[in-house]
Each structure stands twice: as structure tokens, then as C-alpha cells.
């Protein structure tokens, strides 16, 4: 069964640094970019960025690039996110998902980021 | 700011049939397959259609996708409350080399 599992539910204050993760399991987790997505609350949904995990190229989105990281471990099938000095508007649940399709997903972290 | 437009909400009594429209341009939906997404209150999204109109696995044939030009239509036939939820077109932008969402549509059965 093709799985992705998120990391659980953070919460930060403003400057902090962060790394959040999604483990693929039950397929082959090089064979498939992982892409991150942004909901604020309330909010539709934002494409981050992508990470090919077969030798880790990424391409950011332009509202994105240089705000955050895209990275991956593939020895460990797990994909991450992150930043260096979060905001407070960077509240927000965090998915990844398989592309190109986006046929399975992660279950979400929640991002909470206040003084 | 989403670069394809939904409507905000559509709505119908159940068994009743509703199309949410994705509206695009060259650059992402005239030249790139489109994917809709459901999202259920309170969970992550799920694939409904790909390649604008596959059908995944497990996905009742009540939901269907079509393309013409830079626009896309996803229809949902024989409404049920379950149905209830938001609902995400999305494609390849090669402008933008991004991925990019629709603005979502809230679907509700009267």
C-alpha cells in the first residue's frame, strides 16, 4: 500500500528554524517527485515546489523559492521542508504529495508559528 | 493569487447533477493535462481526475473531467451529502515552470 507519512504538528515562534518530513512507503520512492503544498487556514491550496528524489533537483515556485527548502533522503524514503527563520505567516498545514499526478498524498502538518 | 479561475461555490439537492469550471490560459491548461481534487472538511485532498479525464482507481464513475481549449469541467452526477466539499482544479503552468491550484469551488447539497 502506497503510503506517505508527514511529521507531527509544530508549533514555533517567529525566527525559529524548522524542518517538517514525509515518508513515502509501498513504492519505489525514486521513481516519483514529491511535491509540497501550502494551505493557509481558511485558505486554497499553494504549490511550493517540487524535489526529484532520484537526485534531488527541485523547482520552486516563484512565490516560494529562496523562502523555503526542499530536500531529500532517498536511503530513507523521506522527503522535508524547511526554513531557516519562520513568520508568523507561515501558519498553515503543510502537505506533500507523489507527482506528476498527485495521486496519494501525506496527511498534513500543521504549521503554527506565534510569539 | 491563483491563476485558474473557479467559482466560489456551486450547489444542488441530491441526486442532482452540478460542473464546477477551471478557467485558464495557454501557458498551463491549453497546453498541460488537468487534475481535480476533492477536499472533505478537515482532510487532505484527494485525486478525482487526472490527465482531465482518468479516473483513479475506486473513483465512482459520477465524477468526470473534460477539456476544451484553456478551460476544464469537472461533473459530479447523482449528488450525495457526502459530496460535500471543496473542490481543486490544478495543471502544469510552463510559463511559471510551476505547478498551480484553482481557487476552489465549495460544493453543497441543498
Known amino acids: 500500500e502506497v503510503q506517505l507519512v508527514q511529521s507531527g504538528a509544530e508549533v514555533k515562534k517567529p525566527g525559529e528554524s524548522l524542518r517538517i518530513s514525509c515518508k513515502g512507503s509501498?513504492?519505489?520512492?525514486?521513481?516519483?517527485?514529491i511535491s509540497w503544498v501550502r494551505q493557509m487556514p481558511g485558505k486554497g491550496l499553494e504549490w511550493m515546489g517540487r524535489i526529484d528524489p532520484s537526485d534531488s533537483y527541485t523547482n520552486y515556485s516563484p512565490s516560494f523559492q529562496g523562502h523555503v527548502t526542499i530536500s531529500a533522503d532517498k536511503s530513507i524514503s523521506t522527503a522535508y521542508l524547511q526554513w531557516s527563520s519562520l513568520k508568523a505567516s507561515d501558519t498553515a498545514m503543510y502537505y506533500c504529495?507523489?507527482?506528476?499526478?498527485?495521486?496519494?498524498w501525506g496527511q498534513g502538518t500543521l504549521v503554527t508559528v506565534s510569539s | 493569487q491563483s491563476v485558474l479561475t473557479q467559482p466560489p461555490s456551486v450547489s444542488a439537492a441530491p441526486g442532482q447533477k452540478v460542473t464546477i469550471s477551471c478557467s485558464g490560459s495557454?501557458?498551463?491548461?491549453?497546453?498541460?493535462?488537468v487534475s481535480w481534487y476533492q477536499q472533505l472538511p478537515g482532510t487532505a485532498p484527494k485525486l478525482l481526475i487526472y490527465e482531465n479525464n482518468k479516473r483513479p482507481s475506486g473513483i465512482p464513475d459520477r465524477f468526470s473531467g473534460s477539456k476544451s481549449g484553456t478551460s476544464a469541467t469537472l461533473g459530479i452526477t447523482g449528488l450525495q451529502t457526502g459530496d460535500e466539499a471543496d473542490y481543486y482544479c490544478?495543471?502544469?503552468?510552463?510559463?511559471?515552470?510551476?505547478?498551480?491550484f484553482g481557487t476552489g469551488t465549495k460544493v453543497t447539497v441543498l
Open positions: 490544478g495543471t502544469w503552468d510552463s510559463s511559471l515552470s510551476a505547478e498551480v
Open positions: 495557454s501557458s498551463n491548461i491549453g497546453n498541460n493535462y
Open positions: 509501498g513504492y519505489s520512492f525514486t521513481s516519483y517527485w
Open positions: 504529495a507523489r507527482q506528476p499526478s498527485g495521486d496519494y
